[in-house]
């Protein structure tokens, strides 16, 4: 009997009726933030970002990608060598049980020793803190992006202000011009 030279593989045919393919959700694929903090840069100057991993229960994952975790009035904590997370508010998981987390717990940073170290000696200097930004996935992890933030003043709060003003007059006085050069 002869032996068989070539091998032909046969593609199963797909052009029949295909499943519908679900989109994915966006803040668990990491195009959207879960959380951010968008009064922390009208509160502080944000001098330095560093991105950390958060150490969390099952349950407090799923509440974020529900998207119930804030940001507002939380910040960041070295103390014996590690980073703590404090104040961040992750609401209970809608499907969870008895078991549930509690909403207001301190949660540990994961950061290199030589981080924490940096991180350290950058928020000993007065009027400098920890202050998490914003919550997000990378990954499939949840990350929090902590900025090394110094507190701003009422006048400085008031010169933020007058300048962006500035800026948003200036683009649309720019933009009106362009418009009437087009017509």
Not at 111 to 129: A, D, P, S
Request: aromatic content about 4%.
């Amino acid at each position: 009997m002869a032996r068989q030279t070539s091998h032909v593989i046969v593609q199963p045919d797909r052009s029949g009726p295909q499943k519908p393919v679900r989109p994915r959700d966006p803040v668990a694929s990491g195009e959207r933030d879960a959380a951010q903090n968008r009064i922390a840069s009208h509160n502080y100057f944000l001098l330095e970002k560093v991105e950390a991993g958060v150490a969390l229960r099952g349950t407090e994952v799923k509440s974020i990608r529900e998207g119930q975790a804030n940001l507002r009035d939380s910040y960041g904590l070295i103390k014996d060598g590690e980073a703590f997370l404090l104040n961040v508010h992750i609401g209970p998981y809608s499907h969870g049980n008895i078991a549930n987390h509690d909403a207001l717990r301190t949660r540990k940073l994961l950061l290199h020793k030589e981080e924490v170290r940096k991180l350290l000696t950058k928020t000993q200097v007065k009027g400098h803190t920890l202050i998490p930004t914003r919550l997000y996935f990378r990954k499939g992890r949840v990350k929090c992006e902590l900025a090394v933030a110094k507190g701003k003043q009422d006048w400085d709060k008031r010169e933020t202000e007058r300048s962006r003003e500035a800026d948003r007059e200036a683009r649309t006085a720019i933009n009106a011009s362009k418009h009437r050069m087009g017509r």
